[in-house]
């Protein structure tokens, strides 16, 4: 499945910011979705996930009730609802697709979109 993740720029800080991630090439509904980020200097880290059905979903602590995954499975698209934004926010947001079951570990996705980046001013 091919991931091309999109909606990322420039935001100061307490602003929104919402990433899409279209996907194609497989059944959309068959994946857990995720998105992870990259800071300049750190490692990759977990975001948040949503289960192929939407009935469940994941959050990092440091995202919780600021950040809200959904997902459109007739539009093959999972997005990333970003509120009250920090300067630690900052980094490369990157979409990805498990087709096991979701997960916070990089090492469940298969797949996985280019990045967008989000920079959050103070």
């Known amino acids: 499945v091919q991931l091309q993740a999109s909606g990322g720029g420039l935001v100061q800080a307490g602003g929104s910011l919402r990433l899409s991630c279209l996907a194609s090439?497989?059944?959309?509904?068959?994946?857990?979705m995720g998105w992870f980020r990259q800071a300049t200097g750190k490692e990759r880290e977990f975001v948040a996930s949503?289960?192929?059905?939407?009935?469940?979903?994941a959050y990092a602590d440091s995202v919780k009730d600021r950040f809200t995954i959904s997902r459109d499975n007739t539009k093959n698209t999972v997005y990333l609802q970003m509120n009250n934004l920090k300067p630690e926010d900052t980094a490369v947001y990157y979409c990805?697709?498990?087709?096991?079951?979701?997960?916070?570990?990089?090492?469940?996705?298969?797949?996985w979109g280019q990045g967008t980046l989000v920079t959050v001013s103070s």
């Open positions: 990805a697709a498990a087709s096991g079951a979701f997960g916070r570990s990089s090492y469940a996705y298969n797949y």
């Open positions: 090439g497989r059944t959309f509904s068959n994946y857990a």
């Open positions: 949503i289960s192929r059905s939407t009935a469940y979903y």
